[in-house]
């Protein structure tokens, strides 16, 4: 069985692939796979990590406002598209897949020119512009969320929830002590500033942690954003975590991360009681808003946020023993669980 994976320019499309990559890999172990990527992209790393080949194609975006790379980026989408065509062509795939992101734009449409089924699966509320031009040379179309299935063909589109790599629910907390050299005395505090938006609260951690240390150690995945030179022995920061970033789950009193559904899934799989911080006007304040409703999150508005109210805020949360285990119990129930299972049955 051979099968092309198509996603990229951010971590959040790649997660639910590899999720889905390895369930595979488990029950075929002769199954091939090859990995369609951007060049230089922030997922490059991660999917290395699985030894997966790959190989990098041109990736445009068209974006919804006035930039001059809009006059360039049709032209790498074509030479995208024309790469994607032979890659195809020869490696011959039985199914191409993909949850989204730029690069796999050209790879369905050559997938769909080559008669090759293709799988997509829309992770967020609000359906992103690159699933909406993949959607009608799509075979199947999956959806994490029930709102979701108003916005594709319905004889095609099935409710599933969200694929979750299984190796983040093995993580040791008595791992992660050696790993980050943590305090077993204090709670520790992960944040998850991601790629894409996460300037701004990498910034707000950096200025605010004097106050955070102040009471908690805190673990920092910048997604290499912004400076964080900062020193402190109870403060980690890290650009990228890939093997190791289970075990900081695991150690993990309290999550502050972005809304992005990668995370979010992930922090339901585990029961992680967090603090949400969507990016303004975006989709990600869509996307939290499911499990606001359903208090399964605590919800801060990044306008509203400074160096002396977000340390405090965090506080409020962590010292709070009901308020977590509260946290923890629902988001285990907001997403439609055994999303793998039921992407890989489609597949086969």
């Not at 639910?16 to 488990?26: D, G, M, T, W, Y």
């Not at 001059?68 to 074509?78: A, E, G, H, L, S």
């Not at 065509?85 to 080559?114: C, D, E, N, Y």
Request: with cysteine.
């Amino acid at each position: 069985m051979k099968i092309i994976i198509s996603g990229g320019g951010t971590i959040g499309s790649v997660s639910p692939l590899i999720a889905i990559f390895e369930e595979i890999k488990r029950i075929k172990p002769d199954a091939e796979f090859l990995w369609l990527a951007t060049k230089n992209g922030p997922e490059i790393e991660l999917i290395k990590s699985y030894n997966i080949p790959i190989k990098e194609i041109y990736s445009g975006k068209l974006r919804r406002y006035f930039s001059f790379q809009n006059f360039i980026d049709p032209f790498r989408i074509f030479l995208g598209f024309i790469q994607s065509f032979f890659i195809i062509k020869k490696f011959k795939p039985q199914v191409i897949l993909s949850a989204g992101g730029f690069v796999a734009v050209p790879v369905v449409w050559a997938g769909w020119f080559l008669r090759r089924p293709c799988l997509i699966h829309q992770q967020d509320i609000r359906p992103g512009l690159a699933n909406k031009l993949m959607a009608n040379f799509a075979s199947i179309i999956t959806v994490t969320f029930e709102k979701s299935l108003k916005d594709f063909n319905p004889k095609k589109t099935k409710l599933v929830g969200n694929p979750v790599r299984k190796d983040i629910l093995n993580g040791s907390r008595q791992e992660a002590t050696k790993i980050f050299n943590l305090d077993q005395n204090l709670p520790t505090v992960l944040v998850i500033g991601g790629g894409t938006g996460a300037l701004n609260l990498n910034n707000l951690v950096i200025n605010s942690l004097q106050g955070l240390v102040s009471f908690c150690q805190v673990i920092h995945i910048t997604g290499g954003r912004g400076k964080t030179e900062a020193k402190h022995s109870r403060y980690h920061s890290f650009e990228f975590l890939t093997d190791k970033l289970k075990h900081a789950y695991a150690a993990a009193d309290l999550v502050v991360s972005r809304a992005g559904l990668s995370s979010l899934t992930e922090l339901a799989a585990l029961g992680k009681p967090s603090i949400i911080i969507p990016i303004p006007n975006s989709h990600q304040e869509e996307n939290v808003i499911e499990f606001f409703k359903n208090q399964a999150i605590a919800l801060l508005k990044e306008k509203n946020l400074n160096p002396d109210n977000f340390p405090q805020a965090i506080k409020e949360v962590l010292s709070d023993k009901v308020e977590l285990e509260n946290l923890s119990r629902n988001i285990k129930k907001v997403m439609p669980n055994n999303a793998v299972e039921k992407i890989i049955e489609m597949i086969l």
